[in-house]
Nanobody, 119 residues
Framework: QVQVVESGGGLVQPGGSLRLSCTASGSGFSINVMAWYRQAVGNERELVALIANGGHTQYVDSVKGRFTISRDNAKNAVYLQMNSLKPGDTAVYYC?????????????WGQGTEVTVTV
């Protein structure tokens, strides 16, 4: 089993910054893709950013130039640096991990961390 835990959410004013962290733990797995999703009230969950094992990154258009995803493979960790935050970024942010384990490809979700951008 793989456990995924996020941290770093909070309340911030527009224009502010937050850094989300996510760590995967367990045994017998090899991480492929790590990603951040978010879900605002009344909306579907959407992909915010992903980073593949080789370093390729992808962002939703609304965060390009403001958010940066990075990972530390030695720590099985992924980070999301969020700058110039807007009220529209308010959501619960979820870490998503895709990993090979026991000859199968499995995906795991964290419990979510809340980000609120308001004056």
């Amino acid at each position: 089993q793989v456990q995924v835990v996020e941290s770093g959410g909070g309340l911030v004013q527009p224009g502010g910054s937050l850094r989300l962290s996510c760590t995967a733990s367990g045994s017998g797995f090899s991480i492929n893709v790590m990603a951040w999703y978010r879900q605002a009230v009344g909306n579907e969950r959407e992909l915010v950013a992903l980073i593949a094992n080789g370093g390729h990154t992808q962002y939703v258009d609304s965060v390009k130039g403001r958010f940066t995803i990075s990972r530390d493979n030695a720590k099985n960790a992924v980070y999301l640096q969020m700058n110039s935050l807007k009220p529209g970024d308010t959501a619960v942010y979820y870490c998503h991990v895709g990993a090979f384990r026991a000859h199968a490809y499995e995906t795991y979700w964290g419990q979510g961390t809340e980000v609120t951008v308001t004056v």
